[in-house]
Every structure is written in C-alpha cells, then in structure tokens.
C-alpha cells in the first residue's frame, strides 16, 4: 500500500522522471521528433488544392491571384471557350472541368520541381538506379489528365451560326442591312 504524500507550504515534492524514451533507427520517426519533408510540392499541393480551386474558380480580382492561379484561370477559360462557352455546358462538364483542372495544377506543380531537379542534379537516383518516384508519379498524374480531357472532349466546339441580320452586317456593313421593302 501506498503512502498518502502530504505537502507542507515550503516543501515541493519532485516531480517524477520522465519515462525513457525509445530510440529509433535513422530512418523511422515520430510525429514530435522529425516529419517528412517534401521537396516536390505535390503533397502541399494536394492538401491545398480545394483552396486553390476556389480561388481560381471563384470571383477574386486577378490582382489578388499568383501567377500559377492567373494560368490555371486562362487554362480553365480556355477549356470552357473551346467547349463552346460557359452558357452552353451543362454542370457536370463545368464540374469535369474542375476536375481536370486540379490535375493541371498538379502536374504543373511536379513538372516544374523535376525541371529544376534535371537542372540542378539528375532526375535519377545513382545511389539505387531508378527514377524518382515523384517521376512515376508524374506519369499517373498526366495519364489521369488525358483520361480527363478525353472524358471532356478534345475537339473544340464549332461556333453557333450567326443569324442573316449578323451575316449581312459583316458582309456590306451596316448601310445596306435591307429595310421593310420600302425603297427609298
């Protein structure tokens, strides 16, 4: 049985020892001790890819954007032009659209980390000789892509017709748009 500790004004009991903490090899670690780093990006760029879909996506001034989000802006507008404008497509290709913009993005991201990775030092790892598997992974994300657009349409939709009045105006101009019948 355990004696009651009783603690007089002046006197502070110790406080008991922290427990022995395991050690662990090189290349194991715990969440408090190291955490991963990833130099490519794409992580951070998948956890935050919501965020930057909806800037991109949402009605924030073109000032406010970063020059990756003011591409993927024109890469979206363009999309959404050649598949005949904003009012002609339905919600789930505008939503397709989205979704091939993320892979945009992320792909965009890796590219340019495996540019200044070939640049820098080599896109292959000599110590096992392979590839990097950001560069596997590069190959998914821009399969996925293609699969997306196919799914989207790789043609670009042809132009309304234009109305006789709209023809007429840019064959003669505007002086000999034909009246009611009545000569004058």
Not at 4 to 31: M, Y
Not at 67 to 81: F, M, Q, Y
């Amino acid at each position: 049985m355990r004696k009651p500790i009783h603690v007089l004004d002046d006197e502070q009991p110790e406080p008991p020892e922290p427990p022995h903490k395991p050690r662990h090899n090189k290349h194991s670690f715990t969440r408090h001790d190291k955490r991963r780093y990833d130099r490519s990006g794409a992580t951070t760029a998948r956890r935050n890819l919501p965020t930057i879909l909806a800037r991109i996506t949402g009605d924030i001034a073109a000032a406010d954007l970063s020059p990756l989000e003011l591409a993927a802006r024109e890469w979206r507008d363009g999309v959404i032009a050649d598949c005949g404008g904003r009012p002609t497509l339905a919600v789930t290709k505008l939503s397709a659209i989205n979704v091939a913009l993320g892979s945009w993005l992320l792909l965009s991201t890796i590219d340019s980390y495996l540019m200044h990775l070939a640049a820098t030092a080599s896109v292959l790892d000599k110590k096992h000789r392979r590839l990097y598997p950001i560069a596997n992974e590069r190959m998914r994300v821009a399969d996925s892509l293609v699969k997306q657009l196919q799914a989207i349409g790789l043609d670009k939709a042809s132009a309304p017709p234009q109305t006789l009045d709209t023809y007429l105006a840019q064959k003669y101009g505007e002086a000999a748009r034909p009246t009611n019948g009545a000569g004058t």
